[in-house]
């Protein structure tokens, strides 16, 4: 890893006024122009696999050698594979329509003066972020397409995995005429460099910090740049009395094993007292099969172990966790007002189903429930940018104020009031 100059606050913040200087370039781009260099990055990144696949097995290893959680070194992995996915996503957000200029609301006055509100790019866009090397691209093309220049501060596993992908987006960029400082890999690898990133008010417009809940609650409290809180995902699937099972089944188990270390898996299923006992059979013995250990309450405990399933006695800190893991935890409910108030203490805000086929139920459960996304009769596991149709994602905002739920282009925007007059004066 590159040594930093004595003066690391320097570095950094010399880093975010070139991205300054290159907001203000990107300010002035086409359409046609993102997306041509978008094109050029997605090409880049296809003709250096071979490279960011080995750079990446030395930072794997690295990760492995220090008993780093399998869930995070599989996030940390790139394969031909994933880079070839990621170049798609690449495309994706190529393909998807440009916010900028797109008027938000527009009239006039009665003195006649013509009032347009348009979006116009935040400016800078800092990304603090665990060992998910494909959230330096996501981060990197949103950034762009949406025109802000970006800043990515990746962890320390994952560095020579950014320093390579960064290292080919921006040979893309100078390709097409672009400026190279609108995707920056953040100088330094200690806490002092995240730091001295936080506390650029002026330079960083906006910071969004993607990963565990340490991660999040440090950038959170100790930022004084304006931050969008992305949040931990302790996810809830609820199975309603009205529900079909066999779909209950199937989404539960896609919802807790297609991916364990993302943070729309579900950690948490409830299932009505009134379908448990056909319910938790047929559930159990998939969850066991896919080698999910159940983390429930008694009498969840009594089907458990009549069928000889994987099974542990639920606690307060398994309602609060996000495993990352093929663990769940589980409880039988009287209602759904009991599911909804369950929900709502244990939950962090990420995104809760509920399987039913009662209209009634489902409008009282999406009213009941406070978090920023709900499925109905699906996976949580469709809580993403690239399955809602953005391309990719910034990160899943759990707060309520600017953005809420995957983030994409649209989010990474502000709005500029643009008042057109012809000599008016106020009186």
Same mark, same amino acid.
């Given at each position: 890893?590159?040594?930093?100059?004595?003066?690391?606050?320097?570095?950094?913040?010399?880093?975010?006024?070139?991205?300054?200087?290159?907001?203000?370039?990107?300010?002035?781009?086409?359409?046609?122009?993102?997306?041509a260099a978008l094109a050029a990055i997605a090409?880049?990144?296809?003709?250096?696999?071979?490279?960011?696949?080995?750079?990446?097995? /030395?930072? $794997?290893?690295? *990760? +492995?050698?220090?008993? !780093?959680?399998? =869930?995070? %070194?599989?996030? #940390?992995?790139?394969? @031909?594979?994933?880079?070839?996915?990621?170049?798609?996503?690449?495309?994706?957000?190529?393909?998807?329509?440009?916010?900028?200029?797109?008027?938000?609301?527009?009239?006039?006055?009665?003195?006649?003066?013509?009032?347009?509100?348009?979006?116009?790019?935040?400016?800078?866009? /800092?990304? $603090?972020?665990? *060992? +998910?090397?494909?959230? !330096?691209?996501? =981060?990197? %093309?949103?950034? #762009?397409?949406?025109? @802000?220049?970006?800043?990515?501060?990746?962890?320390?596993?994952?560095?020579?995995?950014?320093?390579?992908?960064?290292?080919?987006?921006?040979?893309?960029?100078?390709?097409?005429?672009?400026?190279?400082?609108?995707?920056?890999?953040?100088?330094?690898?200690?806490?002092?460099?995240?730091?001295?990133?936080?506390?650029?008010?002026?330079?960083?417009?906006?910071?969004?910090?993607?990963?565990?809940?340490?991660?999040?609650?440090?950038?959170?409290?100790?930022?004084?740049?304006?931050?969008?809180?992305?949040?931990?995902?302790?996810?809830?699937?609820?199975?309603?009395?009205?529900?079909?099972?066999?779909?209950?089944?199937?989404?539960?188990?896609?919802?807790?094993?297609?991916?364990?270390?993302?943070?729309?898996?579900?950690?948490?299923?409830?299932?009505?007292?009134?379908?448990?006992?056909?319910?938790?059979?047929?559930?159990?013995?998939?969850?066991?099969?896919?080698?999910?250990?159940?983390?429930?309450?008694?009498?969840?405990?009594?089907?458990?172990?009549?069928?000889?399933?994987?099974?542990?006695?639920?606690?307060?800190?398994?309602?609060a966790a996000e495993y990352y893991s093929l663990?769940?935890?589980?409880?039988?409910?009287?209602?759904?007002?009991?599911?909804?108030?369950?929900?709502?203490?244990?939950?962090?805000?990420?995104?809760?189903?509920?399987?039913?086929?009662?209209?009634?139920?489902?409008?009282?459960?999406?009213?009941?429930?406070?978090?920023?996304?709900?499925?109905?009769?699906?996976?949580?596991?469709?809580?993403?940018?690239?399955?809602?149709?953005?391309?990719?994602?910034?990160?899943?905002?759990?707060?309520?104020?600017?953005?809420?739920?995957?983030?994409?282009?649209?989010?990474?925007?502000?709005?500029?009031?643009?008042?057109?007059?012809?000599?008016?004066?106020?009186?």
């Amino acid at each position: 890893m590159p040594e930093l100059p004595v003066d690391e606050r320097t570095a950094v913040l010399d880093c975010a006024r070139r991205a300054q200087a290159a907001a203000r370039d990107l300010r002035k781009r086409s359409r046609a122009q993102k997306d041509a260099a978008l094109a050029a990055i997605a090409d880049a990144l296809l003709a250096n696999t071979d490279k960011i696949v080995t750079v990446n097995a /030395a930072d $794997v290893a690295a *990760a +492995r050698a220090v008993g !780093t959680h399998e =869930a995070v %070194v599989d996030r #940390l992995t790139l394969t @031909n594979k994933r880079v070839a996915a990621i170049a798609d996503a690449v495309l994706d957000v190529a393909a998807i329509n440009d916010p900028v200029g797109e008027v938000v609301r527009g009239y006039t006055l009665p003195n006649g003066l013509e009032v347009r509100q348009i979006r116009v790019p935040m400016g800078v866009v /800092a990304m $603090v972020y665990e *060992a +998910r090397p494909n959230v !330096t691209v996501d =981060a990197a %093309v949103l950034g #762009l397409k949406s025109g @802000n220049a970006v800043l990515l501060r990746g962890s320390s596993s994952a560095y020579a995995t950014n320093q390579v992908l960064v290292e080919a987006m921006q040979e893309a960029l100078s390709r097409v005429g672009f400026p190279v400082d609108a995707i920056q890999l953040v100088p330094g690898a200690s806490h002092e460099s995240v730091k001295h990133l936080m506390t650029a008010r002026g330079l960083v417009d906006l910071l969004i910090p993607r990963g565990g809940e340490s991660l999040i609650r440090n950038v959170v409290e100790g930022s004084t740049v304006p931050v969008i809180e992305t949040g931990v995902g302790n996810c809830h699937v609820y199975i309603d009395a009205d529900a079909d099972l066999d779909k209950a089944v199937r989404i539960l188990v896609n919802a807790k094993v297609q991916r364990v270390s993302v943070c729309n898996a579900a950690e948490t299923f409830l299932v009505h007292r009134a379908v448990a006992d056909e319910f938790l059979p047929r559930a159990l013995k998939a969850l066991d099969a896919a080698g999910v250990t159940v983390h429930g309450d008694e009498r969840i405990g009594i089907v458990a172990r009549s069928l000889g399933t994987a099974y542990a006695p639920v606690t307060d800190e398994d309602w609060a966790a996000e495993y990352y893991s093929l663990d769940i935890a589980a409880g039988v409910v009287d209602s759904v007002e009991d599911a909804v108030d369950h929900i709502r203490r244990w939950s962090s805000g990420h995104t809760e189903a509920i399987v039913s086929d009662s209209q009634s139920t489902i409008h009282e459960f999406v009213a009941g429930v406070d978090s920023a996304v709900v499925m109905i009769n699906a996976s949580t596991r469709f809580t993403d940018g690239a399955e809602f149709g953005f391309g990719a994602e910034i990160g899943i905002s759990t707060q309520k104020l600017h953005a809420r739920g995957p983030m994409g282009l649209t989010e990474l925007t502000t709005t500029t009031y643009v008042v057109t007059g012809d000599g008016q004066v106020r009186e």
